[in-house]
């Protein structure tokens, strides 16, 4: 059950806070490598700067496949469990979520900027962006939408939530793979929060849901978002603030009566036998 036979660590919490720490940190400096071959691929053999360097990220996440196969061996899980397709409600929910994260986003990731703005008479908002043709734009899309999603939500939900449940309680197993999914993308910034609140959102949509489909589509769709938009400054005029607010409130109602219909249901019987059994091992604990 432990990565890299870690026998001397007794106590078997510590031993899978290693374990974790160690993966995370061999899966990183893996995507290291990757990243330097291929900038000398590109500089010595293609003779090019890589104006559009993210396009080729999939061969990074590729060159993590060895090490997610091994530890899944390791840990005792099951790549093939949790696959079950989500209904159309929940991919409806999804996208209203995503949306409104990303509207608030200016606001919870850089609440300085955003107020100082605001008071010159701007907003912050992200506003849909022209997409360059051509192969290298399209493979960055594939980057970000497909391979990110897939390989992040296997490492950091299927493998490492799941891992650390075995020993934590469902909060703190929940909360651990949310900072190291925040720290592996290296942002300690505002936008680094967003990603700690990415990183729970996605969390928590896989254990309710009890399928892996679910974050990976729901990170899909965050970086679809993110890839089709861009941050702009606005004058705070009336038009601009009839046509942005609205849909920022919208998605706050939205976001409140959902969390609250989740915790109506969790406290009037919903819970399932897991998240009782993460109940008690957080009073326990």
């Not at 995507?31 to 691929?41: D, E, H, K, R, Y």
């Not at 962006?129 to 950091?156: H, K, M, N, T």
């Not at 959102?201 to 890839?227: D, E, R, S």
């Not at 969390?259 to 957080?282: H, M, P, R, V, W």
Request: charged content about 15%; hydrophobic content about 55%; overall charge positive.
């Amino acid at each position: 059950m432990t990565f890299l036979n870690i026998h001397k660590i007794e106590n078997e919490r510590t031993r899978s806070i290693v374990n974790v720490v160690l993966f995370v940190a061999v899966c990183f400096f893996a995507q290291a490598v990757s990243t330097l071959l291929i900038a000398g691929f590109g500089h010595f053999i293609l003779q090019t700067d890589f104006t559009n360097f993210y396009a080729f990220t999939f061969v990074a996440y590729l060159f993590q496949l060895p090490i997610i196969l091994f530890v899944t061996k390791k840990w005792n899980i099951d790549l093939r469990s949790d696959i079950k397709p989500i209904n159309l409600k929940i991919v409806l929910i999804l996208i209203s979520v995503s949306i409104t994260i990303f509207l608030l986003n200016p606001i919870i990731s850089e609440p300085i900027r955003y107020f100082t703005h605001l008071v010159d008479g701007q907003i912050v908002v992200f506003l849909p962006r022209r997409i360059d043709s051509g192969i290298l734009p399209v493979l960055s899309l594939i980057s970000y939408v497909v391979f990110a999603p897939v390989f992040e939500e296997i490492v950091f939900r299927k493998m490492i939530f799941n891992y650390l449940r075995r020993s934590f309680s469902i909060p703190f197993a929940i909360a651990i793979s949310s900072i190291l999914f925040a720290l592996v993308h290296m942002q300690f910034s505002g936008t680094g929060f967003m990603k700690l609140i990415y990183g729970v959102a996605f969390c928590i949509a896989y254990y309710k849901t009890k399928t892996i489909i679910t974050p990976i589509v729901f990170h899909a769709i965050v970086n679809i978002i993110a890839q089709l938009t861009r941050e702009h400054v606005i004058d705070a005029t009336a038009i601009n603030i009839s046509r942005y607010f609205p849909f920022l409130l919208l998605g706050i109602l939205f976001l409140f009566f959902l969390i609250k219909g989740l915790y109506k249901q969790t406290k009037c019987g919903g819970k399932s036998d897991e998240a009782i059994e993460g109940f008690e091992n957080k009073m326990n604990s």
